[in-house]
């Protein structure tokens, strides 16, 4: 089978005792080959040779919590608590979403995900056999799961879980194993206790992972106390939440004692600081969390709380804001920072094989234009990516070892098919 080499390139590889490589990169059946000066063998007749000169490749960013759909309710909503957000803008639109909505919101928000060098997200929503078929046909890697409100009879309760376990296993694995999948009660503050039992029953019963939001707002902290008489950790702790594998969305309001028992269960937080800065949720603990040893990655959050789904975005606040909040300019580095954003990323959804650019690893990964004004001089690259990149400056993307952007053009998706339908969609809806 050809190879796919990259020659001339300069490559940051996650790999703490390399982590920028100057020389080439070897795919092969999908996975990195091959990475260091000199290449063990020259090219082959029908191998893609890629000259990789001003370009700096880099793994794959990972979103781990959004709701792609959401793009169709960008700005509808803005300037915002996050309670009035939802039950006054996002529920009643979202109510009117069909299946084909569903499927226009996604492939806008993949469109923008891949353009912008994500090239796996997490996402949480209804109608999700159109997602799922979204990130097929692009190409995407991706972890899913039925977003689960349980504010509805018993029978719905009921129509809803079985719909849930009916995708998680149809879709578990699929599109060459690029899609995983797993179980989601929204929150605490929208699933009675007893449905949050049936959901956690069925991932045990499935083997997978629980995504859930938690402890977002104070508001939602101080609800939950006054119903349950107990903070959103606690609860979930009581519920079983935290006997599957877990991965949290927010988790902004903890305090020492919640970060020791998130920490226990090695449950892993998606900090969605643009998203919570927007809907003035608040800034999580990040430093504590990280100090403790907790597993933080990032996410973006849907289009409507963000308002874009820019990953370099998302690395930059978190290193700038913790800095300016803890008065330590050593809070969050920019290496830990890129880390979140890609091989963090990847283990928070449990893919031990993706996030780094090393031998074995699977070859999703990302090139970035670094012969521009703002990214020059080259001198510590991965401070550029963090604090000077966007995903403007995103070229090429591949995932799997296959091309999905080039220059800037996505090869799998049909672009402006992709923005009429969307578009057609948003007008029926909204205006």
Not at 344 to 366: C, E, H, N, T, Y
Not at 369 to 393: C, E, G, M, R, W
Request: hydrophobic share 40%; aromatic share 6%; with cysteine.
């Amino acid at each position: 089978m050809p190879k796919l080499i990259i020659q001339n390139g300069i490559f940051i590889t996650n790999d703490e005792n390399k982590p920028v490589v100057e020389g080439h990169m070897v795919v092969e059946h999908g996975r990195i080959a091959f990475i260091g000066a000199e290449l063990p063998e020259p090219p082959a007749p029908g191998d893609e040779v890629i000259d990789g000169r001003r370009r700096l490749y880099m793994p794959g960013l990972v979103n781990t919590h959004g709701h792609a759909a959401m793009s169709l309710l960008r700005g509808v909503g803005d300037d915002l608590a996050l309670q009035v957000w939802l039950q006054e803008k996002m529920w009643p639109n979202e109510a009117k979403f069909t299946a084909d909505d569903v499927r226009a919101g996604t492939l806008l928000s993949i469109l923008e995900m891949l353009k912008g060098g994500t090239t796996c997200f997490v996402d949480m929503y209804d109608h999700m056999d159109q997602v799922a078929l979204a990130v097929e046909q692009a190409g995407m890697r991706a972890s899913l799961t039925r977003g689960v409100i349980g504010l509805c009879p018993p029978d719905v309760q009921q129509s809803k879980l079985e719909e849930a376990k009916r995708f998680a296993r149809d879709w578990n694995g699929k599109a060459d194993g690029r899609i995983t999948t797993m179980m989601a009660p929204h929150a605490a503050y929208t699933c009675p206790p007893d449905y949050i039992e049936k959901i956690v029953a069925a991932a045990h019963e499935l083997n997978l992972p629980i995504h859930t939001h938690m402890s977002e707002t104070i508001h939602e902290v101080r609800e939950n106390e006054a119903q349950y008489g107990l903070r959103p950790v606690a609860h979930l702790e009581k519920l079983g939440v935290f006997t599957r594998p877990c991965l949290v969305a927010h988790a902004v309001h903890l305090t020492d004692e919640e970060i020791d028992v998130l920490c226990k269960y090695d449950v892993r937080i998606s900090h969605n600081i643009g998203s919570n800065l927007k809907l003035a949720s608040g800034v999580a603990r990040l430093p504590e969390l990280l100090n403790a040893g907790v597993l933080v990655s990032l996410g973006t959050d849907g289009a409507a709380s963000n308002n874009n789904l820019d990953m370099f975005e998302e690395m930059r606040l978190a290193a700038l804001v913790h800095k300016g909040v803890s008065f330590e300019p050593t809070a969050v580095p920019a290496w830990q920072a890129l880390r979140m954003g890609t091989i963090d990323g990847a283990r928070s959804i449990w893919l031990q094989d993706v996030g780094s650019l090393q031998p074995g690893m699977k070859a999703d990964f990302i090139a970035i234009d670094i012969d521009q004004p703002h990214l020059l001089p080259h001198s510590n690259l991965i401070s550029h990516v963090v604090y000077s990149a966007s995903a403007k400056d995103v070229t090429d993307v591949w995932v799997d070892g296959r091309e999905l952007v080039r220059n800037g053009e996505c090869k799998t998706l049909d672009e402006e098919r992709i923005k009429a339908e969307f578009n057609a969609c948003y007008k029926r809806l909204i205006v």
